[in-house]
């Protein structure tokens, strides 16, 4: 799965970075015939940018959630889990080694 998800995310980068390229061409384009002033071009991009960001963090979100249940699912202990068992085997220990 985590395969496949990262096919994905690499197909819409793709897109999105020939996307940017035709954006930034059209754009140029059109302040050449001055259809369009420099300022006007650079807001464009700007916006194309921000809003592929956005989308960035919330795929990013996404997978983090499915990983997550998956995790879950599967029955995976996680880097916090066994931290806490680590923290109580050495609890035990010490009260153990204590009452000797």
């Not at 690499?10 to 061409?25: F, I």
């Not at 464009?44 to 592929?52: A, H, L």
């Not at 960001?53 to 202990?77: P, V």
Request: aromatic share 4%.
């Amino acid at each position: 799965m985590s395969d496949f998800l990262r096919k994905g995310f690499l197909l819409g980068l793709g897109a999105a970075v020939s996307g940017k390229e035709k954006l930034e061409q059209k754009l140029k384009e059109l302040v050449d015939k001055n259809e369009l002033s420099q300022e006007q071009a650079k807001t464009v991009m700007n916006n194309f940018i921000e809003k592929g960001d956005m989308k960035k963090n919330e795929w990013s979100s996404k997978q983090k959630e499915q990983t997550q249940k998956m995790i879950d699912e599967l029955g995976i202990a996680t880097k916090e889990d066994i931290a806490e068992l680590q923290a109580r085997i050495a609890k035990l220990e010490v009260e153990l080694h204590d009452e000797k």
